[in-house]
């Protein structure tokens, strides 16, 4: 079957534009995650939803990044007023279940310029 | 302390040998652990997921766990150069509120030819 989708697969903005990364996670999993990886370095959580729970945004670097969930399938990662320091692949990951194993989209690649 | 931590390597084997590949967790109250391989450029894919005290394996790879030591390996027999990527091991944390997947940092394994 199809597995996580992401969208752009690279984006290239300007500082301080605001950017929209899509998820699509696989049919029927409740749970989605985001994160982040820079270069060279390891996964950074940045936020999680599991079905219609309120999502655990303990991960998120400051206050230009949100996310949401739309009927417990999409989801959108918005950072606002891009810096440098946003430039990473932003992977995105989905379970079955909470705390099931994690299937990972291609990744969006953001630079910023 | 690290709740998930690795050996960030680079580790190196010949082609042919027994690749070992070690993973701590600090909370004793896990239950399902995981390991990942990420090639360069590409996005985390799941490999093994185990949850019982004792060995499992799948084809080349060996996941061994102790929960008495806090301690899970990966072992992969049989070294191939396509082999050469970075292992992610991840701890499923349960909390009151929620489950959360914790990743380590990674180790990079390289097999020589």
């Known amino acids: 079957g199809a597995g996580v989708s992401q969208s752009p697969s690279n984006k290239v903005t300007e500082k301080g534009k605001d950017v929209e990364l899509r998820c699509d996670p696989i049919s029927g999993h409740t749970a989605l995650y985001w994160y982040r990886q820079s270069l060279g370095q390891g996964l950074e959580f940045l936020i999680y939803?599991?079905?219609?729970?309120?999502?655990?945004k303990s991960g998120l670097p400051s206050d230009r990044f949100s996310a949401e969930r739309t009927g417990g399938s999409v989801s959108t990662l918005t950072i606002q007023r891009t810096q440098q320091e946003d430039s990473a692949v932003y992977l995105c990951?989905?379970?079955?279940?909470?705390?099931?194993?994690?299937?990972f989209g291609p990744g969006t690649r953001l630079t910023v310029t | 302390q690290k709740e998930v931590e690795q050996n960030s390597g680079p580790l190196s084997v010949p082609e042919g040998a027994i690749a070992s590949l070690n993973c701590t967790y600090s909370d004793r109250g896990s239950q399902s652990f995981f390991w990942y391989r990420q090639y360069s450029g590409k996005s985390p894919e799941l490999i093994m997921s185990?949850?019982?005290?004792g060995d499992k394996e799948d084809g080349r790879f060996t996941a061994q766990l102790n929960k008495a030591s806090q301690y899970v390996s990966l072992l992969i027999r049989d070294s191939q150069p396509s082999d050469s990527a970075t292992y992610l091991c991840a701890a499923l944390r349960r909390k009151t509120s929620y489950d959360k997947v914790i990743f380590g940092p990674g180790t990079s394994l390289s097999v020589i030819p």
């Open positions: 185990i949850y019982s005290n």
């Open positions: 990951a989905s379970s079955l279940q909470e705390g099931g194993e994690q299937y």
């Open positions: 939803f599991q079905g219609n729970s309120a999502p655990d």
